[in-house]
Each structure stands twice: as structure tokens, then as C-alpha cells.
């Protein structure tokens, strides 16, 4: 029986394959409570950075006086810690597959490698965008109600920090899912990730050599935070948002690479 596909057929395919992973995602109970852990944990963050900010403001010593600071400020340095439980949903959603054996029902669905794989990153963008969404309204309404009269809340550049952090997400857990399905395990992959978005890009910064800190500056997380605080150095936050895209693009490849080539 031949097994070839018509180019019309392939986008009905794809959105079959889209709905099934839709399904399996949103079934799992792991995925609300990850979700509901992201959200405490931002709001916790927030809570916490707008604190510090709000102390400082009030105490006595005016040398570290930091005024009036915008919600959307305290909303990204929030992510930072928050991104770990979100990348979560990208993880667990090839990785959980791999463990409990159900690839294999996955592959015979759909035969296609790639078309599992591009599936799998368009529900977990998708839902990785729109919980982004949330824990940036969330932390930016903690971070207001904890400011008081020490925050600002500018309409357009909140809305903007909310729409940025939602996007680093996505791409944060399209990488985690291109990892993922490279790397077949939870904890192994977790561990290349805490190195790649955290661990590696402070050791190199560490020593505060050009050459080092320009070699970080290419990393994932590096980039992404400077897209997030719209730096214009070392490059404008357009170049960290290419980057950090780059290495979830690269990230999938790797993993319908993997996939082409060992068995389920």
C-alpha cells in the first residue's frame, strides 16, 4: 500500500495531529498543576521583587533609593525564576511520552516524525504564550498593589513586557520540547537546560573577560534577557529575540533528528 501524502492532505494532517496533542496536554492533570504552580511562583516572585524595591524606597538609607519603578520592571526580573516550572509544560510533553511508552501509540498515529514533532511545539508555544499572558498580568497587578505609590503602571509598555515575557516563554518551552525529544529523559534533559539557560552563561560572565562575555551574550537565556529588558547593548532586543528563536528552531531540529533516527 503506498503511504505517500498529497501536499493538500498534509495541513489536514497536521491539524489532526495538532488536536490530538491539544487532547493528551490538556487532559493531564500535571499540566494544570504545573500551571497553577507557575502562577504562585510569580506571584510569590513579584510579591518578593516588589518588596525589596519598596524597602528600599522606605528605609533609611537614601544610597540605595531606587524611586519609582515600573510594574513591568519588577514583572521580568520575576521571570527569571519562574521560567523553570513553565518550561515544565515543554519538557513533559515529549519527555512523559518517552517514559510511560505511549510514543509508540503516538508514532503509528502519525507516522511523520516531523509532523509530530512541529505538532507538539505549536500546542506547547501555544499554551506556553497564553500562560505567559496570565503570569504577566498576575505579576504585574501583585507588583502594582505591593508599589503603592512607588510604582507606575504605563499602559503601552506594560502591555508590551506582558506580550514579551509571554513570547520568551513560548520559545523557552519550544526549546525545552526540542530538548526533550533529543534527550528522551525529564531529569537529563532539565539538567542541560538549567545549564544552558543559567549555569554556563554565569560562569563564563563570571570572570568579566570581553571575549567570555561575549560568547554569553549568544546564549539563550542571556539573549532572551535582553530582549526582555529591551537593552541596545550588546545588540537590540530584536537580535536576542532572533537568538533565542534560533535556539528553539535549532533545539527541534536536534529533536526530529533524534527521533528520525533511534526507534521509540
Given at each position: 500500500m503506498s503511504t505517500d501524502i498529497t501536499p493538500t492532505a498534509r495541513p489536514a494532517l497536521l491539524r489532526s495531529a495538532v488536536a490530538a496533542e491539544w487532547t493528551k496536554l490538556s487532559s493531564v492533570r500535571t499540566t494544570w498543576w504545573t500551571a497553577l504552580a507557575a502562577l504562585v511562583l510569580m506571584a510569590g516572585t513579584a510579591a518578593q521583587v516588589a518588596i525589596y524595591a519598596l524597602v528600599a524606597n522606605t528605609n533609611d538609607d537614601p544610597a540605595d533609593d531606587l524611586g519609582v519603578v515600573t510594574v513591568g520592571s519588577v514583572l521580568i526580573d520575576s521571570v527569571e525564576l519562574t521560567q523553570y516550572v513553565v518550561l515544565g509544560l515543554g519538557l513533559l510533553a515529549i519527555t512523559a511520552e518517552f517514559t510511560s511508552g505511549t510514543i509508540r501509540t503516538t508514532l503509528q498515529c502519525t507516522?511523520?516524525?516531523?509532523?509530530?514533532?512541529?505538532?507538539?511545539?505549536?500546542?506547547?508555544?501555544?499554551?506556553?504564550?497564553?500562560?505567559?499572558?496570565?503570569?504577566?498580568?498576575?505579576?504585574?497587578?501583585?507588583?502594582?498593589?505591593?508599589?503603592?505609590?512607588?510604582?507606575?503602571?504605563?499602559?503601552?509598555?506594560?502591555?508590551?513586557?506582558?506580550?514579551?515575557?509571554?513570547?520568551?516563554?513560548?520559545?523557552?518551552?519550544?526549546?525545552?520540547?526540542?530538548?526533550?525529544?533529543?534527550?528522551?529523559?525529564?531529569?537529563?534533559?532539565?539538567?542541560?537546560?538549567?545549564?544552558?539557560?543559567?549555569?554556563?552563561?554565569?560562569?563564563?560572565?563570571?570572570?568579566?573577560?570581553?571575549?567570555?562575555?561575549?560568547?554569553?551574550?549568544?546564549?539563550?537565556?542571556?539573549?532572551?534577557?535582553?530582549?526582555?529588558?529591551?537593552?541596545?547593548?550588546?545588540?537590540?532586543?530584536?537580535?536576542?529575540?532572533?537568538?533565542l528563536a534560533g535556539w528553539a528552531a535549532a533545539a527541534l531540529l536536534l529533536g526530529r533528528a533524534a527521533l528520525r533516527r533511534r526507534d521509540a
Open positions: 507516522p511523520s516524525r516531523g509532523r509530530v514533532l512541529l505538532a507538539k511545539a505549536a500546542v506547547a508555544g501555544a499554551v506556553t504564550f497564553a500562560l505567559g499572558l496570565v503570569l504577566g498580568g498576575v505579576g504585574a497587578l501583585v507588583a502594582r498593589l505591593v508599589l503603592g505609590e512607588w510604582g507606575s503602571v504605563p499602559a503601552a509598555d506594560t502591555i508590551g513586557d506582558i506580550v514579551a515575557v509571554a513570547t520568551y516563554l513560548a520559545l523557552v518551552g519550544v526549546l525545552a520540547l526540542g530538548l526533550g525529544a533529543a534527550l528522551r529523559s525529564a531529569v537529563l534533559t532539565l539538567t542541560v537546560l538549567l545549564a544552558t539557560l543559567m549555569i554556563v552563561p554565569l560562569s563564563l560572565q563570571e570572570p568579566d573577560i570581553d571575549v567570555l562575555n561575549r560568547i554569553a551574550d549568544v546564549f539563550p537565556g542571556v539573549a532572551g534577557g535582553h530582549f526582555l529588558a529591551g537593552d541596545t547593548e550588546p545588540y537590540p532586543p530584536a537580535v536576542g529575540l532572533l537568538l
